[in-house]
């Protein structure tokens, strides 16, 4: 189960975009929904006017399950957003964990992403930890080390844990100097992280089109503002200081290892060059 929630812990939109983009890719269908009016403020996410043909409908908030078969992989998956809800968490958490219960869920994944002092012009940092002890050995991962206020997702990866779910957390760090939504750079870095981690291959040209004119974007405007421009290459040299060179040789073979994966054996009737 792959679980990201719009909110606090969506810097950027990236977290639930990149379970968005991921849902596309496998073709992901709509199986249930958590809606009950009792987790929702609706001063705070307000239901949504739709009109459909010649029908108008009222869209409310809620909490969407997916189901998807990836060809690609034996894993079913399950992928679950929405809005954060307002009230009753601990309830909440117990009706989401229930269901991934009655739907076989042998392991959790949360997505989020952050707000933090990183350019846009360095690749995303991206962070995985999990407190079950085999699933850090298995990953190579650390126990969560964070002290603070919490979200949605973090309450529900320790809660799966307590519950003996294993529950990973994958979190991206948005430059905080342009966190508005949306983040595709940051997006695209949290969809390769999925790749590798539930071993799919998920075709994302769109996304890394969009991260690619992103950071064009983000350019011109630190060229335009001289003080945005100090400050990013400010935040460009403490980072090549401290993880630029050790980051870039683990990014250089997960990207070898994807193109290994993207790469088709050739059919039958096809040449060596075919």
Known sequence: MVIAFEGWNDAGGAASSAVHT???AVDAQLIEKIDDERYYDYQFTRPKV???????E???????????????????????TGVEPSFRWQEFVADLLTRAAQLHVD????VGALLADVPHTRPIPTSLSGE??????????????????????GVLAHTAYQAGVPAVSLWAAVPHYVGQAPSP????ALVRQ???LLGLTLEADDVAEDAEAWERGVNDLAEDDAEIGDYVKQLEEATDTTTLPEASGEAIAQEFERYLRRRRPPRPDEGPEG
Do not use: F, M, N
Request: charged content about 25%; hydrophobic content about 35%.
């Open 132 to 153: 079950d002890e085999q699933i850090q050995e298995l990953l190579s991962i650390d126990e969560p080390t964070y002290e603070g206020p919490t979200g949605i997702v």
């Open 194 to 196: 999925l790749e590798d």
């Open 50 to 56: 739709r009109k459909t043909g010649s029908h108008r």
């Open 107 to 110: 392991a959790i994944v949360v």
């Open 22 to 24: 991921l849902g596309q």
């Open 58 to 80: 009222i869209v409310w908030p809620s909490t969407r399950i997916y189901r998807a078969r990836p060809d690609s992989s034996d894993v079913e998956l399950l992928l679950v």
């Open 185 to 188: 750079k940051a997006q695209l």
